[in-house]
């Protein structure tokens, strides 16, 4: 990968037919995924639920890259070969997390901003060396009464571009994902509303702090009702409204859009993505980078057992090919 730029990888990223494996679970949150399986969180058991997924037969042909976390990108597969040496000789490019989380914004009840930035010139260069070609960084927004705050907005969307252009620094791939989060009530107006502000707000950061937009990619939520809302919007009102939402606030020269599913259930996810590439064509790319909807299969087949391997991948590539096809706009529910 070393011979391709960002431009290069950025469109890699985003090539037809794939997407992007968020692979990233912080620790805790591989743990909660692992106790829902009833297996125990060791890095042992880290290590091999995650071989599982880069190693199954034919991944590099739905998966253009894959976000590790740190944990992850230090590792070696059972066979002794670093986890970004398995990924690079099925053409597919590693990544890493570099935020350090949400945690309480100051003077600001109930709203969260990302932290990471200190010493990230440092971790980037060393990412870097370990063969990581992109990153990744979340800021959390969400919606309830009287928040998000513009402030909440401003602080994480600074956080992101500050984020962004130490990655390009860096030579590597920033992928700035602001996620409006879909826990709440609120009807789907609302949601599109918030992410047109967020989305005007971080171009507008990003813009000040010198990131090249043809470097980089967005990650961003899908404009949907609140997963407790009544009303909840139909398939085809999700597409139009995120898309005419994007239209208005992402800049053409960015390469791709790699939606996030965010709490969708895996039909859900690949179901918005593929009536949104069923539509006219947009000047950037329309894809995925999902953690949960690519994954969910795989995890309640494996149930932490060696035996269970071969299931557990047939059910991820099953999975993949699902949302490849969507990503083409050429899914339907039959090939479930």
Partial sequence: ??????????????????????????????????????????????????????????????????????????????????????????????????????????????????EGLDGLRERLAEYYTLGARFAKWRAVISISDGAPSQYCIDTNAHALARYAALCQEANIVPIVEPEVLMDGNHNIDECYAVTETMLKTVFDELYKQRVVLEQMLLKPNMVVSGDTCPIQAEVEEVAVKTLYCFGQTVPAAVPG????????????????????????????????????????????????????????????????????????????????
């Fill in 257 to 336: 859009i790699v939606f996030l599913s965010g709490g969708q259930s895996e039909m859900q996810a690949t179901t918005h993505l593929n009536a949104m590439n069923m539509m006219d064509k947009f000047p950037w790319e329309i894809s995925y980078s999902f953690g949960r909807a690519l994954q969910a299969s795989a995890l309640s087949v494996w149930q932490g057992k060696p035996e269970n391997v071969a299931d557990a991948q047939k059910a991820f590539l099953h999975r993949a090919k699902l949302t490849s096809a969507a990503r083409d706009g050429e899914y339907n529910s039959d090939m479930e």
């Fill in 1 to 114: 990968m070393d011979e391709m730029d960002m431009e290069d990888i950025a469109k890699a990223l985003v090539a037809p037919s794939k997407g992007i494996l968020a692979a990233d679970e912080s620790t805790g949150t591989i743990k909660k995924r692992l106790d829902s399986i009833n297996t125990a969180s060791t890095e042992d058991s880290r290590r091999d639920y995650r071989e599982l997924l880069f190693t199954a037969d034919g991944v590099g042909d739905y998966i253009s890259g894959v976000i590790l976390y740190d944990e992850t990108l230090r590792q070696k597969a059972s066979d002794g070969r670093p986890f970004t040496e398995v990924l690079n000789d099925r053409g597919i490019i590693p990544g890493i997390k570099v935020d350090m989380g949400a945690k309480p914004l100051a003077f600001s009840e109930g709203e969260l901003v990302t």
